[in-house]
């Protein structure tokens, strides 16, 4: 565990990824580079299209890991399926110039076979690479529960029966700093960090309940929206 502090300030103990699946997750992904070079190469060459379509095809291979990130939200299949994930230092999701950052720098981080990168994560307290260095990222483990997504969104009704009453107690801008938090977890933030939410909400309330962490939060979003303020 490693502690990072939230642009709310708040501390929360994030799950570094290991060196080894690190290095698993770039072995997945250079076997699937390589046979998507080795396909698209019978491709190239069966068609005669010359140096130029081999150019526009292998093309990709370049930007693999800067637009897998992007687009799979700090993850590359090798990543997702060794179920780890990019995210910045304050446990936050990356924007595209943290991962435009670390994919200009990979060429140095994979200098010597792996070395130099292998080197800086066992050096570096929060197991970064130069490029996460330059970025502010870093690789954490996820742990995979109940996900956000599949939580609908609490809709004001007439019958509703407020589950906790003790929300009376929390301000608009600690509410506020719930939805940011479960917005955070939608866009990759650790669950780990959720639960630490959670607790913390918990001991505010002086409550208890027995609902996942993420439905309890909607559930306190919700009962504070149905009182009276």
Request: charged share 25%.
């Amino acid at each position: 565990m490693a502690k990072f502090i939230t642009n709310q300030n708040i501390e929360i103990n994030l799950e570094l990824a290991s060196l080894g699946d690190r290095i698993l997750a770039t072995i997945i992904d250079l076997f699937i580079m390589g046979c998507y070079a080795f396909v698209v190469g019978i491709i190239a060459s069966s068609t005669g299209g010359g140096d130029t379509l081999a150019f526009l095809i292998f093309l990709p291979l370049a930007f693999y890991s800067l637009l897998f990130e992007y687009f799979m939200h700090g993850q590359s299949p090798g990543k997702h399926m060794r179920d780890i994930q990019v995210v910045k230092i304050d446990g936050g999701a990356p924007n595209i110039g943290n991962y435009l950052l670390r994919w200009l720098i990979r060429p140095i981080d994979i200098l010597f076979y792996g070395a130099v990168a292998i080197l800086t994560i066992i050096i570096s307290k929060k197991g970064q690479r130069l490029g996460d260095l330059a970025a502010g990222t870093t690789v954490i483990k996820i742990k995979r529960r109940e996900s956000i997504d599949s939580i609908k969104s609490l809709k004001r009704e007439e019958d509703y029966q407020i589950q906790f009453p003790q929300v009376k107690r929390l301000s608009d801008k600690q509410v506020e700093l719930i939805r940011k938090s479960l917005k955070m977890g939608a866009d990759g933030l650790n669950y780990e960090a959720i639960g630490q939410l959670v607790e913390k909400v918990k001991e505010l309330l002086q409550v208890t309940s027995d609902l996942p962490d993420v439905k309890f939060l909607y559930t306190i979003i919700a009962d504070y929206e149905h009182l009276d303020h």
